[in-house]
Nanobody
Framework: QSQVVESGGGLVQPGGSLRLSCTTYGFTSGYYAIGWFRQAPGKEREGVAC????????NYAAAVKGRFTISRGSPRSTIFLQMNTLGPEDTAVYYC?????????????????????WGQGTQVTVSS
């Protein structure tokens, strides 16, 4: 059985930074992309950032581009989301998910189809 676990959420003041971690377990294949999604209260879940299996393709939502950075650590089963210059609009539950349905050089944010398993989510609250 495979699973993903997120960590690193918390309370931060506007302008501050957080680094989220996503660790994968039990994957029999290394061919999976990782996507970060978030869901604010009363809103639909939206894609934030994703990275392809080979690390060569990275996509960001327009709202976070230039502020957030997704990367694979060592070992590659750990993925990070560095979030800088945070604002109240970034407050949400952040989810990490794996997608093994795409090529090693692909990742997507415009659809959740193919993503799974999902992590349990980690709360990020940006408030003064």
């Amino acid at each position: 059985q495979s699973q993903v676990v997120e960590s690193g959420g918390g309370l931060v003041q506007p302008g501050g930074s957080l680094r989220l971690s996503c660790t994968t377990y039990g994957f029999t294949s290394g061919y999976y992309a990782i996507g970060w999604f978030r869901q604010a209260p009363g809103k639909e879940r939206e894609g934030v950032a994703c990275i392809s299996s080979d690390g060569g393709t990275i996509n960001y939502a327009a709202a976070v581009k230039g502020r957030f950075t997704i990367s694979r650590g060592s070992p590659r089963s750990t993925i990070f989301l560095q979030m800088n210059t945070l604002g109240p609009e970034d407050t949400a539950v952040y989810y990490c998910a794996a997608d093994s349905s795409v090529y090693s050089f692909e990742c997507k944010l415009n659809s959740e189809t193919g993503y799974g398993p999902w992590g349990q989510g980690t709360q990020v609250t940006v408030s003064s």
